[in-house]
């Protein structure tokens, strides 16, 4: 049972870092690198008006919002420059961006590890298994927000038109969707997911400059094999949770890690359109 | 806007970005005035990349420190000057700064705080120009190679001096948790050693890469090996991470932690759920006696609430003095003091470090965290002595 928990929980994990990813691939093509930068500047933010007394919720709800702005900042400034450019640009700007974050938090904060407390803490046991809390949080509010995601995308006016735009940009526009402000709002939420992902795994993790940096390679994997579907992100993230906990509990964790690799080079291989739920 | 200002756009992005990353260094210390050239320190040190955290801010004040000390004192008879570089956590990059420290930078010394294979690639050049090189961290023994100091304990003197405590509190059974590094590893067999010597056994092993950011399975592992202690051998953020998340599963939480390389720092961090964790260090900031208040004294000086007086400060502090006391005369290069490093002995915060071959005698503090953080000192061994011996 323990096992199970452990492979939900490291699905919880992978959605919630990629999804920011996801929908700014998804929408806009662009392959956002600053995706763990902008986790950071969150989880530093959290940190720091948890330095300056506030509780835990007041400040992860701070950073999200710091990291919101921040998003709209770079979108202003760098990534509206680069709509219809090569993919290759946005890896190299995104990147550029991603390098200055983590140099000005090192200069703001330092560089030593540090951590944040958790809000929640203790366990409840559940089929003779101890489930800490804080955990079972994060993976109610992973579930609550690909929920929410996936209703909104299929139920809503917004969700039809982000659909148009990521189906076919130019016949959205043609029939005057303003898909400029469309993939400005995108690249803000994307930042702003980041921006919730850093903030509620702060309290798991050590935290400095290069937080969550080990994550970008398989959540960008992960996003690579989603097929630009929520459904598809699903599968990608129970596939590489699966294969990380499993190697992880019966291997050890160097063999984890290069089996999440080595599971999306085979699904990307044999499914290159990336794992769709089939639609008939 | 215009395909031409979108790729500016671009370029100035990427530019701010190299520019910022640390790839640049620079003189970090004004040289005395006067005719003698100063001694010129590379000081090379994981700054970005996984390894970064442990000693970037604690290793650059020490070093800063003992440079203003040596100048302002005229300790040495040539004024010291320091440049500070970033291996950025990476073999290559850490080989590629130190050939340009020595060959475009001109330096008569290096002294180094990055992981083993960094140290190893960088020594390559520093051999080969025949430039001294102190790594200033505590490290594997072992490695004889006439250009290369280790100014911290060797791994058996900290490690072995706190498995013996753990297991003389009562702790027999002990699982050791390392990272997946050379390093780390090849020190699982003489802790079991000193383990066994003690009394007591460890009953398993497990090993992390660099970046892990769910502990999970291992904790689980451990849960079902049902130790008495946790050996943690983690690095960096990853310590951190693995302590954390170690405080928050009650599966695990009537196993102790003993940690051999968080800084005081991040220990702090822990709060209450890292109490009770047991450490073994040549130095922590809450060692008693009047050179460590003196050397805490003058860093809050020069850093105010900055100030780390962690054991990474001291390691570099030390490092500089030990060049300083080889540095005898006006014309001492790096020859001259390749030839008296091995006869020096330095007072520093932590007491007196004496250099025996290529690694050092020194204190050694077994400490355990209270409910916040503080590491308090819970045994103190005066003068342990190198296991490499080097001739």
């Known amino acids: ?280 | 806007m215009s395909r031409h200002r979108r790729s500016r756009a671009v370029r100035l992005s990427a530019i701010c970005a190299v520019v910022l990353s640390g790839a640049w260094s620079g003189p970090d210390s004004q040289a005395r005035a006067g005719d003698v050239q100063p001694i010129k320190i590379g000081f090379m040190l994981p700054l970005s990349g996984p390894a970064a955290g442990g000693s970037a801010e604690g290793g650059q004040q020490g070093l800063r420190l003992a440079v203003d000390e040596i100048n302002s004192r005229h300790l040495a008879a040539r004024p010291f000057e320091a440049i500070i570089a970033d291996d950025a956590s990476d073999p290559r990059t850490a080989a590629e700064v130190c050939k340009r420290l020595i060959f475009q930078d001109k330096v008569d010394a290096i002294i180094s705080q990055g992981p083993t294979a960094n140290r190893m690639a960088c020594n390559q050049a520093a051999l080969k120009a025949g430039i001294p090189h102190l790594a200033a961290l505590s490290g594997p023994g072992g490695m004889c190679i006439a250009n290369l100091f280790m100014i911290g304990p060797e791994t058996s003197q900290t490690l072995h001096t706190l498995v013996r405590q753990i297991v003389k509190d009562g702790n027999t059974k002990l699982y050791y948790m390392g990272a997946d590094s050379s390093p780390i590893r090849d020190a699982l067999p003489p802790a079991m050693s000193a383990a066994e010597a003690a009394g007591g056994t460890i009953i398993g092993s497990s090993f992390s890469p660099s970046g892990t950011t769910d502990f999970s399975s291992e904790l689980a592992k451990i849960a079902a090996a049902r130790p008495d202690a946790v050996i943690m051998m983690l690095m960096g953020a990853d310590a951190v991470t693995f302590s954390r998340q170690f405080g928050g599963d009650d599966r695990v939480a009537a196993i102790k932690r003993a940690d051999f390389l968080m800084t005081e720092k991040a220990l702090h961090s822990l709060g209450r759920s890292g109490a009770n964790i047991y450490s073994a260090a040549s130095y922590y900031s809450s060692v008693p006696g009047e050179a460590g208040m003196e050397f805490k004294a003058s860093l809050t000086r020069m850093y105010g609430e900055m100030a780390a007086p962690d054991v990474w400060a001291v390691m570099a502090y030390n490092a500089v003095h030990a060049l300083a006391k080889a540095v005898t005369s006006p014309s001492s290069g790096a020859k001259e003091i390749l030839e008296a490093l091995p006869n020096i002995s330095v007072d520093g915060p932590e007491g007196r470090i004496k250099i025996s071959g290529r690694y050092i005698s020194t204190p050694v503090f077994v400490g355990k965290t209270d409910g916040v953080g503080r590491v308090q000192i819970v045994a103190t061994y005066s003068d342990v002595p190198p296991a490499a011996h080097c001739k």
């Open chain 1, 1 to 280: 049972m323990g096992v199970v928990f452990d492979a939900i929980f490291s699905v919880s994990v992978f959605l919630l870092v990629s999804i920011g990813l996801f929908v700014i691939l998804g929408l806009m093509n662009i392959v956002n690198l600053a995706h763990t930068a902008f986790m950071a500047v969150a989880v530093y933010a959290e940190l720091y008006f948890t330095g300056h007394g506030w509780n835990f919720w007041l400040s992860a709800a701070a950073g999200v919002a710091v990291t919101t702005l921040l998003g709209a900042i770079v979108e202003f400034a760098i990534v509206r420059r680069l709509y219809g450019r090569h993919i290759d640009d946005t890896i190299l700007a995104t990147w550029g961006v991603s390098l200055i974050l983590v140099q000005v938090l090192a200069i703001a904060f330092g560089s030593t590890t540090t951590s944040v407390a958790p809000p929640l803490s203790g366990s409840v046991k559940f089929l003779g298994e101890l489930l800490s809390i804080y955990r079972i949080f994060i993976v109610a509010t992973v579930a609550t927000v690909v929920a929410a995601m996936a209703a909104v995308i299929r139920f809503s006016k917004a969700g039809l038109i982000v659909r148009m735009v990521m189906t076919n940009e130019p016949l959205a526009r043609g029939v005057g969707i303003n898909t400029g402000m469309v993939q400005r709002l995108t690249f803000v939420a994307g930042a702003a997911f980041a921006g919730l992902a850093g903030t509620l795994l702060g309290p798991t993790q050590g935290i400095s400059p290069s937080f969550a940096s080990s994550l970008l390679a398989s959540t960008f994997l992960i996003v690579l094999m989603s097929g630009r579907r929520l459904s598809g992100l699903l599968f990608a993230c129970v596939a590489a949770g699966l294969a990380q906990t499993l190697f992880s509990a019966y291997g050890n964790p160097v063999i984890a890690n290069v089996m999440v690799i080595c599971t999306a080079v085979v699904v990307l291989r044999l499914k290159p359109e990336g794992l769709i739920w089939p639609r008939h």
